[in-house]
């Protein structure tokens, strides 16, 4: 009798440790999401600690402390965090602070707004992490596995509303969920891991719906399987998003966006972007009402007046760095952002305008390298920042390329200079995987604009010089008399390197000349094909844009022509789905790097093939829950028969017939003859079943009598073979 209580304890041991891998699933997915956000801001050892000692205190107080005092120790934790992220916080933001603030912050929260755009986000995600961790520990050593889960699936919850959750967190937190309710089930009502087909064929069917349909919340922004909708570069710019993703392959849109007038040609800036992700950008901070002139530039600059005229529905206030005033209906919906640029909080209709003023910065090369590196605290702590992931060669490669230079403005030419001597540009290259610049400075050997900008800035920000990337357009097409014409593909990336006394200014390491063939060949195009929207007046050519590079400063001397920039998209659709805002949206070119048609079928995707690996798996597992493999095995197994001698062939030709009136009516019972099982199937006097007989007594002599004859063998064989055909409806119908 004690070998039953010793039995008992070794399955509820399994239920537990099975409960316990759901739980650890569950953590991992939300406590990754929240780690990355470490490692891009820093913290990443500090949250690993926290996370780990969380855990210990649970396992620790799990046996001694009831639930009260643990949910005390849990609000106990929360408050100390929040303490935390407030006194991390800079003064000028505390002091923002107000109740209806907090309560519109957490609303965003909850609501799209990513993490990463918290000014301290990784003070905020080591002090939120602890609570969830502890109490979802506790309750779990406790064995309260639902409560625990609840726990837990609140953190996920977060995380997944606030958009920094992609496909593969989400699925791995909700089948680690699963599988610790399952095993409370298993553990509570019994069954035990006997029922592991049922949970790994559940698990299977939701990864595969998943993945499919694309259903999970937070999946947007990496789905296991291609999604259709996502967004482009210039759809980035446009729709005046605060975060920017890298994609791959590239076309060019030729659509006119808007018209500017002005006495000069200048990149009419929309956005810029401080914090670096590792595959992307996002803008901190929030922005603030613009309620009159804004301050300008230190040091020297010009004024430059521009009146910018929607020619399609227009989400952007495009305007030359940095603008200081708005003039125009527009003016009360305005909001600046606290990266100093503006934005509008409506949108432009065709034929609306507005007139901003700018304050250009106007620096000599001589000023920029004696311009020194006293940066103001607010630029050092936000524009020098790079993921803790970065690799060693990209420092390497910058301490390379720019080390020697004495000064930050020679430096920034250096990288410039070098990224575009040694990297060509090109629209169809392949989303690379990991850090972008990593991938861009060793792995590719060309790229476009966001490539080019985003690289620059982690190899200034690693040699200590300030930077940040920025969006917008180029000047466009001069109409010869101030007019500007902007088309979608004059949407570009570049960099701005900050420098005391003189404030920001414009770096552009995508090389011009090969962007400036790239966009003719695209707008002769789209007029040879008579699409609208494309003819806008007679151009004069394309003003000349001010070289920040190796020539003279934002305007101050020589000129270099101006440089279209890209529209990206991973739509594949192939432009066949217009996208919301009524834009003609670019579409992944076909070539050799992206995927595109050759003489081999395109392979599926890794990711694809591990949703299809996973689904096979699901199907298994549910074939042997409801015995489906083992009937499709043995129907497999009485189509065909290899010969041997008459007496083996007889005693086979029996066994395929014992399998096929299984299937058809039911399993000989133990004790019952041959003969009796035969007689007592429901076949009548019909022709199968005399011939059912037949192969009976064949089969007695083989097996008890004296043998059968090679003829009687063939008489067994033929007679299973036409038996097996008539209850194969396949082979029915090929006969």
Request: charged residues 20%.
């Amino acid at each position: 009798m004690s070998s039953i209580p010793g039995g008992r304890s070794r399955r509820v041991d399994g239920e537990r440790g099975l409960a316990f891998v759901g739980l650890t699933a569950l953590t991992g997915a939300y406590a990754s999401v929240l780690w990355r956000v470490t490692d891009v801001v820093g913290g990443s050892p500090e949250f690993a600690a926290v996370v780990v000692a969380s855990i210990a205190l649970a396992a620790l107080v799990g046996r001694y402390v009831g639930v009260r005092v643990a949910l005390g120790v849990t609000s106990g934790l929360l408050f100390l965090g929040l303490l935390t992220y407030l006194f991390a916080l800079p003064q000028s933001q505390v002091a923002l602070l107000t109740p209806e603030r907090v309560v519109n912050d957490t609303l965003a929260l909850l609501t799209g707004l990513s993490i990463l755009r918290l000014v301290g986000a990784g003070v905020w995600a080591i002090a939120v992490v602890p609570g969830p961790v502890f109490l979802s520990w506790y309750l779990a050593v406790r064995r309260r596995y639902v409560s625990a889960v609840v726990a837990g699936s609140l953190a996920l919850a977060l995380v997944v509303l606030t958009g920094d959750a992609d496909a593969v967190a989400t699925v791995v937190g909700v089948l680690g969920a699963t599988t610790t309710v399952a095993a409370s089930t298993f553990e509570r009502h019994g069954g035990g891991l006997a029922q592991a087909d049922v949970l790994t064929a559940l698990l299977a069917a939701m990864i595969v719906v998943s993945a499919t349909f694309s259903v999970v919340p937070g999946a947007a922004g990496s789905p296991l399987l291609p999604d259709r909708g996502a967004p482009t570069v210039e759809a980035s710019i446009v729709e005046s998003r605060d975060n920017v993703d890298i994609v791959g392959s590239i076309r060019l849109s030729p659509d006119v966006r808007f018209t500017v007038e002005s006495p000069r040609s200048e990149y009419w800036q929309t956005a810029a972007y401080d914090r670096y992700t590792g595959d992307g950008w996002v803008r901190t901070g929030n922005t603030r009402p613009y309620d009159g002139r804004l301050s300008g530039p230190p040091g020297s600059t010009r004024e430059l007046e521009q009146t910018v005229t929607a020619e399609a529905p227009l989400s952007i206030l495009p305007a030359a760095w940095k603008p200081v005033d708005v003039g125009g209906a527009v003016a009360s919906e305005t909001v600046v952002t606290p990266q100093g640029g503006i934005r509008p909080e409506t949108t432009l209709q065709a034929g609306e305008n507005y007139t901003v003023t700018s304050r250009v910065p106007n620096s000599t090369s001589e000023r920029l390298r004696a311009a020194g590196t006293d940066y103001p605290d607010r630029v050092s702590s936000s524009y020098l920042q790079l993921p803790e992931s970065t690799t060693d060669r990209v420092r390497e490669r910058a301490e390379t390329v720019a080390g020697e230079e004495e000064t930050p403005y020679d430096k920034a030419v250096a990288i410039e200079s070098y990224l575009e001597e040694n990297k060509e540009y090109s629209l169809s290259v392949p989303r690379p995987t990991g850090d972008v610049a990593d991938a861009f400075l060793f792995e590719m050997d060309a790229g476009y604009c966001t490539y080019y900008a985003t690289t620059m800035v982690v190899m200034l920000r690693s040699q200590g010089v300030p930077a940040r990337f920025v969006t917008g357009y180029t000047s466009g097409e001069d109409l010869g008399n101030g007019t500007h014409v902007v088309r979608g593909l004059h949407s570009h990336a570049w960099v701005e390197v900050y420098f005391p006394d003189t404030g920001w200014v414009r770096f552009d390491p995508t090389p011009s000349g090969p962007r400036q063939t790239a966009e003719d060949a695209r707008i002769a195009e789209a007029q040879q094909s008579g699409l609208d929207n494309i003819d806008y007046g007679e151009p004069n050519g394309t003003t000349p844009i001010p070289s920040n590079g190796t020539d003279t400063p934002n305007g101050t001397g020589a000129e270099s022509p101006s440089t279209p920039g890209e529209v990206t998209t991973t739509d594949p659709t192939n432009g066949t789905q217009p996208p919301a805002d009524g834009f003609a949206e670019a579409v992944p070119t076909a070539g050799p790097s992206d995927g595109g048609a050759g003489p081999f079928p395109t392979m599926p995707t890794r990711r694809t093939l591990v949703v299809a690996l996973i689904g096979l798996v699901g199907v298994a597992a549910g074939a042997r829950r409801t015995t489906m493999a083992e009937r499709a095995i043995g129907l497999l197994s009485v189509q065909f028969q290899r010969r041997r001698d008459p007496d083996s062939d007889v005693r086979r030709a029996y066994d395929r017939l014992g399998t096929l009136l299984e299937r058809e009516h039911r399993a000989r019972r133990p004790g019952e003859t041959p003969r009796a099982y035969v007689e007592s199937l429901p076949t009548g006097e019909s022709r199968s079943a005399a011939e059912a007989r037949r192969v009976v007594e064949l089969y007695e002599r083989a097996q008890y009598g004296d043998g059968v004859t090679e003829r009687e063998a063939d008489e067994a064989v033929s007679t299973v073979d036409r038996l097996v055909r008539a209850s194969t409806p396949i082979l029915r119908w090929l006969r």
